[in-house]
Structures are given as C-alpha cells and as structure tokens.
C-alpha cells in the first residue's frame, strides 16, 4: 500500500485550524472517507505474458485506486525489462518458486493471477494462504469443481476472491445489463451471441493443450457470450444442448475449435450462443417483447458499439482494466464481495462443464 497525495482525514485534522467550521467538515470528510479509499492498493501480477504486458500494465498506469507494485515471473530477463519499465522494486519481484514469501511484503495487497488456466487454481489458493486477496483470470479454472476449491480455500483465508471479468465495467455491456434486467422493453425473449476469433498462433501454444487450457474457444471465448445472456436476463440457466464443428482437426488436436448452444432459462427466452476459434465473431443482439437491442462488438477492449432500436446507444468506451481493478481495491478497503466474486466464475463454468458433457452424450445436460 502506498499513500497518495490525496489528503485524508488525518491531515485535514492535524493541518485545519480546529474550530466548530471545521469539526464539522471533519465530520462530513470522515464520511467521505468511509466511502474513499485513500490509499492506493499495491498489485502483483502473476505471469507477464500477453495480456499482461498488454492491457493490464497499461490500464494500471490509470487506475486511481491501485497501482503495480510488484509481479510474479519464471524469467529473469522479463523481471528486468518491467522493473525498469514500471520502476517495481526488486523486493517486489518473486518467481514461482518463492512466491509464498509475498505473505511478508506489505507492499502487495492483492495479487492477480494471469495464468494458463490450469494453474489458476494453485496460485489463486497461494495466494489467499499467503494473506493477499485475489483476482484470478478467466475463465475461472479447469472446471467447476475447482472454482469451489478456490472459492472455499479464499473464506478459509478470509480473503476476498473476484474474476477479471471487465465487461461488467464497461458502459455498452452494463447498459445492457439495465435494458434487459429492468425489462424497459419487456421480457426478454430471444438472445442470440458469439464470441470467437481466427486463431493462426504458435502451434505450441498453451491454448491448443487441453492440460493446460482445460478446453478451446469454449473456456476461451465462449464464457463471454454465456455470462453476455445470464446479465441481459439476470437469470440463471438451466439446461444447455450443444454440438461441435472442427474444421482444422490438425491444429485444434487437443481443444474445441467451434460450439453452438441452446441454453434453457427459467423465464423462456430463446437464448443460442457460439464459440470459435475459426470465426472473427463478438456480438449479443437481444430482443424484447416490446424493442431490441445489440451489441457488435459487443466483447473486446475497446471500440464496442451497440443499438437500441436500430439507433445508436451512445454511450463511451472506457479503459475497462482500469475500472475493474479500481473497483476491486475499492472492494478491499471497504471489505466488500466484488460484482464479479468467485461465485460469478463458478456460475459460468458450471455452463461450460455442461456443454462439454452435452457434446459428449448429445442431450440437453443440466447445470448443476
Ligand atoms: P500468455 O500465453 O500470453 O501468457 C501466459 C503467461 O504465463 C506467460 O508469461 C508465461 O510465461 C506464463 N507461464 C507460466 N507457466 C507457464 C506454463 N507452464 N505454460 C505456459 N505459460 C506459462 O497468455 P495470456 O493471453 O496473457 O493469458 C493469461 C490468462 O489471462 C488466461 O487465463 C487468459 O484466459 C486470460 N486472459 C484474459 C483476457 C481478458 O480479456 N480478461 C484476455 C486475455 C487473456
């Protein structure tokens, strides 16, 4: 934790001249406080790979609320490369085989675990052990069950755990999640999403291996356009029927390439959604008894765009990173559960285990 310039309530105290006025904006600041964390947070992140270097450094460069304050990597020369680049101490800096000893760096509130996906779950677990509250990747782990050993191990920990899930902090997608909870144009009665994007990277890559992935363009894509219709109906569903499609079998050896699904909702909506890695698709169009609404691109980090009634929706884009981790630091100080807790990880991927076991027995599978 570091201080900021911001001034807080002890130095209005010790540096205000102690009159009634001031007893009383004293009163009203302590308030503020109580809502204002005026401290920033220190973050670690866990694995400097892509997303790390490309979006969440960067959007820490903007957060008001944490700051990077120390990162986790298996390769000296990278340790280097962002001490210089970001000014991290080298006491902050931990590979992965002294990353327990974080527990005595005072420095690092939270750590952001920005893995392979099969290693989410130690190091979410490490992490809460060694006192750090957490933000792990998505998609949450290999499967549902061990999102339930992350979430247990982390109230074991009293630690608070929340998913890198930044499209609940981005203007288009929370206007949808209003147009659609609060019904302005009525029950919802059809969704219809898909995510994906053209995969041409390293064969090699940790993505293609289903040891470390836990499964393709489903885990990967897929559970932006499942969470995309559980918050434009704010229900949960109840059963998913899917089929698969694989047209590089070559190259998607180990991993799903393309899935399409029904989901079965307890209020009826016809909900279909896809997941590729063969196809540039990101978008949700929604329509209700009374209007529509749509989202195209609808899951990226920036530039989304969306309708309402075939007119612009006319809201900003952001810098999604910087909200979410703002929003979590605000989390931490007031001790708060996150909008995105472990709990919302789970909810996906219990979506995801049952499409997976749907394309293996060819039925409607329910979500349990
Ligand atoms: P990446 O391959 O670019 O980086 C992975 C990092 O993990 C690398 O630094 C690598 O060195 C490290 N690593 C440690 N042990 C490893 C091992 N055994 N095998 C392979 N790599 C190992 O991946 P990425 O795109 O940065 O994705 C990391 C996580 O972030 C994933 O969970 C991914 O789903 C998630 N992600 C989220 C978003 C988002 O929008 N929220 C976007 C991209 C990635």
Same mark, same amino acid.
């Given at each position: 934790?570091?201080?900021?310039?911001?001034?807080?309530? $002890?130095?209005?105290?010790?540096?205000?001249?102690?009159?009634?006025?001031?007893?009383?904006?004293?009163?009203?600041?302590?308030?503020?406080? /109580?809502?204002?964390?005026?401290?920033?947070?220190?973050?670690?992140?866990?694995?400097?790979?892509?997303?790390?270097?490309?979006?969440?450094?960067?959007?820490?460069?903007?957060?008001?609320?944490?700051?990077?304050?120390?990162?986790?990597?298996?390769?000296?020369?990278?340790?280097?490369?962002?001490?210089?680049?970001?000014?991290?101490?080298?006491?902050?800096?931990?590979?992965?085989?002294?990353?327990?000893?974080?527990?005595?760096?005072?420095?690092?509130?939270?750590?952001?675990?920005?893995?392979?996906?099969?290693?989410?779950?130690?190091?979410?677990?490490?992490?809460? $052990?060694?006192?750090?509250?957490?933000?792990?990747?998505?998609?949450?782990?290999?499967?549902?069950?061990?999102?339930?050993?992350?979430?247990?191990?982390?109230?074991?920990?009293?630690?608070?755990?929340?998913?890198?899930?930044?499209?609940?902090?981005?203007?288009?997608?929370?206007?949808?999640? $209003?147009? *659609?909870?609060?019904?302005?144009? *009525?029950?919802?009665?059809?969704?219809?999403?898909?995510?994906?994007?053209?995969?041409?990277?390293?064969?090699?890559?940790?993505?293609?291996?289903?040891?470390?992935?836990?499964?393709? /363009?489903?885990?990967?894509?897929?559970?932006?356009?499942?969470?995309?219709?559980?918050?434009?109906?704010?229900?949960?569903?109840?059963?998913?029927?899917?089929?698969?499609?694989?047209?590089?079998?070559?190259?998607?050896?180990?991993?799903?390439?393309?899935?399409?699904?029904?989901?079965?909702?307890?209020?009826?909506?016809?909900?279909?959604?896809?997941?590729?890695?063969?196809?540039?698709?990101?978008?949700?169009?929604?329509?209700?008894?009374?209007?529509?609404?749509?989202?195209?691109?609808?899951?990226?980090?920036?530039?989304?765009? *969306?309708?309402?009634?075939?007119?612009?929706?006319?809201?900003?884009?952001?810098?999604?990173?910087?909200?979410?981790?703002?929003?979590?630091?605000?989390?931490?100080?007031?001790?708060?559960?996150?909008?995105?807790?472990?709990?919302? *990880?789970?909810?996906?991927?219990?979506?995801?285990?049952?499409?997976?076991?749907?394309?293996?027995?060819?039925?409607?599978?329910?979500?349990?």
């Amino acid at each position: 934790m570091k201080p900021t310039i911001k001034t807080s309530r $002890r130095d209005f105290i010790l540096t205000g001249s102690l009159g009634a006025g001031a007893l009383l904006l004293g009163s009203a600041l302590s308030s503020l406080a /109580a809502q204002e964390p005026d401290k920033k947070l220190g973050i670690a992140l866990v694995g400097l790979g892509g997303y790390s270097s490309g979006q969440l450094a960067p959007a820490l460069q903007h957060t008001k609320n944490c700051y990077l304050a120390g990162i986790v990597t298996g390769t000296p020369a990278k340790a280097e490369d962002w001490s210089k680049k970001y000014n991290i101490p080298q006491k902050n800096i931990y590979n992965y085989k002294n990353f327990d000893e974080i527990a005595n760096n005072k420095d690092i509130d939270i750590v952001y675990v920005v893995l392979p996906v099969a290693m989410h779950k130690e190091y979410t677990i490490r992490a809460a $052990r060694a006192g750090k509250h957490v933000i792990c990747e998505k998609p949450m782990a290999l499967n549902a069950n061990d999102c339930r050993e992350m979430i247990a191990a982390c109230k074991d920990a009293n630690k608070l755990l929340s998913i890198g899930y930044r499209l609940h902090f981005e203007p288009h997608n929370q206007e949808v999640m $209003r147009l *659609g909870q609060k019904q302005i144009f *009525g029950k919802v009665t059809k969704i219809d999403t898909g995510n994906g994007f053209t995969y041409n990277g390293d064969p090699n890559a940790w993505r293609l291996k289903k040891a470390l992935s836990g499964g393709g /363009a489903l885990m990967d894509m897929g559970v932006y356009s499942i969470q995309g219709s559980r918050y434009t109906l704010g229900q949960e569903p109840i059963a998913v029927k899917a089929t698969q499609e694989k047209t590089r079998p070559d190259f998607f050896k180990e991993v799903d390439e393309t899935i399409f699904w029904e989901l079965k909702f307890p209020g009826g909506a016809k909900v279909t959604g896809k997941s590729s890695y063969n196809n540039d698709w990101s978008y949700l169009h929604v329509e209700a008894e009374k209007g529509k609404f749509a989202l195209e691109p609808a899951f990226g980090y920036s530039g989304l765009d *969306g309708t309402i009634n075939g007119k612009p929706m006319n809201v900003p884009n952001n810098i999604q990173q910087a909200a979410q981790m703002d929003d979590f630091a605000n989390c931490v100080t007031l001790n708060k559960q996150s909008r995105v807790p472990g709990e919302e *990880g789970l909810k996906d991927m219990k979506v995801v285990d049952a499409i997976y076991r749907s394309l293996d027995s060819g039925k409607w599978e329910e979500i349990v």
